[in-house]
C-alpha cells in the first residue's frame, strides 16, 4: 500500500461526489512514487504483479528469502486456530517490518507476508426451538421499506472471504418467495472463487444468507459477490476492487469482521483507508457489528469493538430480537439481542482506535473501557437473533439463521431502494443520518430500540451502543432525507460539486528503515 498524493479531507470523504479518475488525480498514489516502487523492489530481484495507483495498491512477488530479506522480517510456517473455528495452516511473520530508505514513507503497509485467517464470518444458525422466524419479505414490511422501489438501476457489492453459492439454490430460493431474483455474478479476488456445496454450515451459510437477504428486498438491484482469501490483502482486494468498479456498486455489504485489538494496526489502517476511498466515490459500506457481545470474543473479556465495523467510513449494523407480524408488519416487542454468554449477542461499544467522528458528538456515546472518546459502534441495527431469525436455503436445505451478518446485507438493500427513490447515492450515510439528533432522541426514520443489553451496555432512549440509533423505518427515513439540507447528494451539501477538497502537504518521514 502506498501514501496518497495529499490527504483526504473527511469534508470530501462525506461528499461522496468523486469518481475513479477524480479519486486518482487528487488522492491516490503519486505515479513517480509508484515508479519509484516498482524499480526500488525490482532492482532487488522482486517481480511486479500489477499496479493501481488509485487504489494505491502495488503487488509483487519473489521467493520467501528475498521478500523478507526486503521487508526485514522472518516468515514460519504453523498452525493455529481459525477464527471461525478449526485449524489452519498458514504462514505467521516473526518480528516487524522495514522497507528499503528509499521507500520510506512511500511505502504504507505491507500486506499478505503473514496470511493467517483475517475475519470470521458473523453468522448463527437457529437451534430447533424457534421463537419465530421472517422471510427477508416480511421484513420488509416490518421495517417498511419504501413501497414502489426494488433497487433497481442499483449494484449492490458483498464481500465473501470463503464459501460458494449454486444458482439453483438461489433460483429455487427466491422463486419460493414468488418473486424474479436479481442478476447475481461472481468475481474473483487473488486467486478466490464461488466453491459451493463445501461448506453448508459455515461459509456457504454466510454467502447463500447475505445473497437472498440483498437479493429479496432488492430484487431489481444487480448483485456482485467478490470472492477472496481470508487474508489481510485479500480482504483489502476485494473492499478496493468492489469499490473501484465501473460503474461503483451504491453499497457493499460486508459480514466479516474480527476485534479490532487482533487486525494488525498497519492492515487496519489501510482497511479504514480503502473504506474512505469508497465513501469518496459515494459508496455506502454496511458492515455487521459483530456476534460474542461486548467482549467480541476477547480473551480478557473486556469491551472491544468488532472491526471493519469499527471504522468511522463503515455504516456499523447491530442487532435485535423481534416478535412481529410478517403480513401485516405489526411489531409486538423488538429488543437488544443477548441469548447470553456464548449463545450470541450482538456487538457494540467504543472504539480505543478511531476517535469518535464529529457526526457522533451530540449522541451521547459513552467513554470507553479506558476512559477515551472514541468512534460508537454500531451506528444502526435490524433483527440478528437467529431464534427470531431469516428463513434462507443454504446448498439444498432451508434453514433459519441470525446474526449482524444479516443485517448488514438488509441495510445495503435498503440503502439502493433508497437511491432508487431520490436518484443519489449517499457514500457516508452517517452524517445525514445523524444530523442534528441530540442524545436520548430518536433520529427521523427510525424506530427506538429501548430494552436489553449486551453485556457492558444498556439500551435506552436514543442512541445506544447495543442498536445504535435503531431499527429503520424505511419510508420515514425517504423522507427524511429527501427534505433534509445538505444531506448526500442535495443543493448546499458540503463537497457537491464546485466544492473542490482542501490539498495537504505530503508528509515524508526520516531515517534509512521505517517500522510497518
Known amino acids: 500500500m502506498l501514501r496518497r498524493r495529499s490527504e483526504l479531507p473527511e469534508g470530501v470523504v462525506s461528499a461522496g461526489e468523486l469518481d475513479r479518475d477524480g479519486l486518482a488525480a487528487q488522492y491516490g498514489a503519486d505515479p513517480a512514487d509508484v515508479q519509484l516502487v516498482e524499480e526500488t523492489l525490482t532492482g532487488l530481484g522482486a517481480r511486479i504483479v500489477s499496479a493501481d495507483a488509485p487504489s494505491r495498491r502495488l503487488r509483487v512477488a519473489g521467493s520467501v528469502a528475498l521478500l523478507t530479506r526486503i521487508f526485514g522480517t522472518d516468515l514460519r510456517e504453523v498452525t493455529s486456530d481459525a ?15 522495514s522497507v528499503p530508505s528509499q521507500l520510506d514513507g512511500v511505502i504504507t503497509a505491507v500486506l499478505g507476508l503473514d496470511n493467517r485467517p483475517q475475519s470470521r464470518a458473523l453468522f448463527r444458525f437457529a437451534q430447533a426451538a424457534k421463537a419465530s422466524s421472517y422471510t427477508p419479505l416480511e421484513l420488509g414490511t416490518i421495517y417498511r421499506f419504501p413501497q414502489g422501489t426494488d433497487g433497481s438501476g442499483q449494484r449492490i457489492a458483498i464481500l465473501e472471504l470463503g464459501g460458494g453459492f449454486a444458482q439453483a439454490d438461489l433460483d429455487a430460493y427466491f422463486s419460493g418467495l414468488g418473486i424474479t431474483g436479481p442478476t447475481v455474478t461472481a468475481v474473483g479476488v487473488d486467486g478466490a472463487v464461488n466453491v459451493p456445496g463445501q461448506d453448508p454450515a459455515g461459509a456457504d451459510g454466510e454467502v447463500l444468507l447475505d445473497i437472498e437477504v440483498a437479493g429479496a428486498l432488492a430484487p431489481g438491484a444487480e448483485l456482485l459477490v467478490y470472492f477472496a482469501p481470508n487474508t489481510d490483502d485479500g480482504f483489502v482486494d476485494a473492499l478496493s476492487e468492489a469499490a473501484h468498479a465501473s460503474p461503483a456498486p451504491v453499497a457493499i455489504s460486508i459480514s466479516w469482521g474480527q476485534n479490532e485489538d487482533d487486525w494488525t494496526p498497519q492492515a487496519r489502517a489501510a482497511f479504514d483507508g480503502a473504506l474512505a476511498d469508497a465513501a469518496a466515490l459515494g459508496v455506502t459500506v454496511t458492515v455487521a457489528a459483530g456476534d460474542d457481545g461486548s467482549t467480541d470474543r476477547a480473551a480478557d473479556g473486556k469491551a472491544h469493538v468488532d472491526f471493519p465495523a469499527a471504522s468511522p467510513h463503515a455504516l456499523a449494523c447491530g442487532g435485535t430480537r423481534l416478535t412481529a407480524s410478517g403480513s401485516s408488519g405489526e411489531v409486538s416487542a423488538e429488543t437488544v439481542w443477548n441469548n447470553g454468554a456464548g449463545h450470541g449477542a450482538t456487538g457494540g461499544g467504543v472504539s480505543d482506535t478511531f476517535d469518535r467522528p464529529a457526526w457522533q458528538q451530540s449522541v451521547g456515546v459513552p467513554a470507553g473501557p479506558a476512559g477515551q472518546s472514541g468512534r460508537g459502534v454500531p451506528d444502526v441495527a435490524a433483527v440478528a437473533d437467529p431464534q427470531t431469525g431469516y428463513r434462507i436455503r443454504v446448498d439444498g436445505s432451508d434453514e433459519v439463521i441470525g446474526g449482524t451478518s444479516a443485517v448488514a446485507p438488509l441495510w445495503a438493500a435498503l440503502i439502493a431502494r433508497l437511491a ?55 419510508t420515514a427515513l425517504l423522507a427524511a432525507l429527501q427534505s433534509t439540507p445538505g444531506a448526500p447528494g442535495t443543493p448546499g451539501a458540503p463537497g457537491t460539486p464546485g466544492t473542490p477538497g482542501k490539498r495537504h502537504k505530503r508528509h515524508r518521514h526520516p531515517g534509512h528503515r521505517r517500522p510497518a
Do not use: M
Open 83 to 97: 477464527p471461525g473455528g478449526g485449524a489452519v495452516a498458514h504462514r505467521q511473520r516473526v518480528g516487524g517490518l
Open 420 to 474: 432508487q427513490a431520490t436518484g443519489k447515492r449517499f457514500g457516508l450515510l452517517q452524517p445525514a443520518l445523524y444530523g442534528a439528533t441530540a442524545a436520548g432522541s430518536v433520529a427521523p426514520g427510525f424506530r427506538d430500540i429501548t430494552e436489553g443489553n449486551n453485556g457492558a451496555y444498556q439500551a435506552g432512549p436514543g442512541w445506544d451502543a447495543c442498536t445504535g440509533l435503531g431499527v429503520p423505518d424505511g
